[in-house]
Nanobody, 115 residues
Framework: QVQLVESGGGLVQPGGSLRLSCAAS????????LKWYRQAPGKERELVAG???????NYADSVKGRFIISRDNARNTVYLFMNMLKPEDTAVYYC?????????WGQGTQVTVSS
C-alpha cells in the first residue's frame, strides 16, 4: 500500500526556519513528480512548490526566494526547506506524488508561524 508520511511541522517564530520531509513507500519514487501543497483555515488548498522527475523546480510567487524543494530518490523522500517564515505561511502542508494516471497524498503536517 502506497504511503506518504510528512513530518517536520511545528510552531516557529516569524523569520524562523523549518524543514518538512515526506517519506514515500511502496511506489517507484523516481518515476513521480512531487509537490508540496498547503491549506490554511478557510482557504483552498494551494500549490507551494513542485519538483519533477528530472529535477525541474517551480514555486508559488508567495514563497519564491524563501522556500526550496528537494528530493532524494535514494531515500524516497522529498523535502521542503522553509526560511524567513511569515504568519501567512501558517497552514497544513501536504505532499503529493503524481505520475501519469496515479496520484497520492500524505496526511499533512501543521506549520504555525507565530510569536
Amino acid at each position: 500500500q502506497v504511503q506518504l508520511v510528512e513530518s517536520g511541522g511545528g510552531l516557529v517564530q516569524p523569520g524562523g526556519s523549518l524543514r518538512l520531509s515526506c517519506a514515500a513507500s511502496a511506489l517507484t519514487f523516481s518515476s513521480y513528480d512531487l509537490k508540496w501543497y498547503r491549506q490554511a483555515p478557510g482557504k483552498e488548498r494551494e500549490l507551494v512548490a513542485g519538483i519533477t522527475k528530472s529535477g525541474g523546480r517551480n514555486y508559488a510567487d508567495s514563497v519564491k526566494g524563501r522556500f526550496i524543494i528537494s528530493r532524494d530518490n535514494a531515500r524516497n523522500t522529498v523535502y521542503l526547506f522553509m526560511n524567513m517564515l511569515k504568519p501567512e505561511d501558517t497552514a497544513v502542508y501536504y505532499c503529493n506524488a503524481q505520475a501519469v494516471f496515479l496520484q497520492y497524498w500524505g496526511q499533512g503536517t501543521q506549520v504555525t508561524v507565530s510569536s
